[in-house]
């Protein structure tokens, strides 16, 4: 990988986790809804999904959940592997959506956010049983503007990438 490259990828792997870790302490719906979140480092996944690809993309998304579980949750915990699953899901989707050519960057940006919460209830599932399915309608919905606001963001933002490569 070339220099140029890598450093802009290590800059956008600072970004996202410090996206994250910022949002994590935005009081969103005051806890009524447990990690519901923005997804506000979603939008540095899908700007180095649009401009690198999906072999980058996963190697961000990845590590931000993993050094993310290093400086807050703790790596391997229950919220970890929310987020880690949530990630992983939304990405493999996004980037077999986005092949399609049939979605929009915003279009892209709403799936990934759904399946976010798809990815991060079928854990919840595994480790606390079939009451969590019932918190899968609520994230859903909310999933469609959070996705929307992500989406809008990433668009702008990999127009403006596009200009300076």
Not at 52 to 70: C, E, P, Q, T
Not at 101 to 126: E, M, R, T, W
Not at 157 to 165: A, D, M, T
């Amino acid at each position: 990988m070339e220099l140029r490259k890598f450093t802009r990828l290590s800059m956008l792997l600072a970004l996202s986790v410090v996206l994250n870790i910022i949002e994590s302490f935005l009081p969103i719906f005051n806890g009524m809804i447990p990690g519901f979140k923005l997804g506000l480092a979603n939008i540095i996944i899908l700007l180095t999904l649009y401009i690198y690809g999906f072999k980058d993309a996963i190697y961000l998304s990845v590590s931000r959940v993993f050094l993310v579980g290093i400086l807050r949750t703790g790596v391997f915990s229950i919220t970890f592997l929310f987020s880690l699953s949530g990630a992983i899901f939304s990405l493999l989707v996004m980037t077999l959506v986005k092949k399609t050519n049939f979605f929009s960057l915003i279009g892209v940006s709403i799936i990934g956010s759904l399946c976010h919460s798809v990815g991060q209830i079928l854990v919840a599932i595994l480790f606390t049983g079939n009451g969590a399915i019932y918190y899968l309608p609520y994230i859903m919905l909310l999933s469609v503007p959070t996705g929307i606001l992500t989406g809008l963001i990433s668009k702008e933002l990999v127009n403006q990438f596009k200009n300076i490569l």
